[in-house]
């Protein structure tokens, strides 16, 4: 859990730095239409796909102990995952860059690397619901409460 917990903040962290590096690249370019770029799209990105997310799965394993109901499933997931939000966050921020610098982003091999990324973000997506539906098969029967006559 610890491990999902420092994955977490590292992505906070990352979400928030390529949120100033956007804004300060823009500025510095004079970039007036910062919607003709995908990096403002990297903030969001990292702090909801990586942060958030993580912090939510951290959640699911508190209460369904996905690491103990289905241990590779959700090691899977998290490596593929983790990999995932790097890929997808990564192109976006060297498309976006290149944008902003006048290069031309448009390569499909840039694109070819994006969709991995999102391809990867679905596979992950897959293997949480897996690991899920193992821990929530495994859980303990619901206890309910008696009632003292």
Do not use: C
């Amino acid at each position: 859990m610890l491990r999902l917990l420092y994955t977490s903040f590292t992505f906070a962290i990352v979400g928030v730095f390529s949120g100033l590096f956007y804004r300060e690249l823009t500025k510095a370019h004079d970039v007036t239409d910062r919607s003709a770029t995908q990096l403002p799209l990297v903030h969001t990105h990292f702090l909801v796909l990586g942060f958030m997310v993580l912090l939510i799965v951290m959640v699911l394993e508190r209460a369904f102990h996905l690491s103990e109901a289905a241990p590779k499933l959700n090691a899977w997931f998290y490596w593929i995952w983790t990999i995932g939000v790097l890929v997808t966050g990564g192109m976006m921020l060297v498309k976006g860059t290149m944008t902003v610098l006048g290069a031309d982003a448009s390569s499909p091999a840039l694109a070819g690397i994006a969709g991995l990324g999102h391809m990867l973000l679905t596979a992950g997506i897959v293997l949480l619901f897996l690991a899920l539906r193992q821990g929530v098969v495994a859980g303990a029967p619901v206890q309910r409460a008696s009632v003292d006559a």
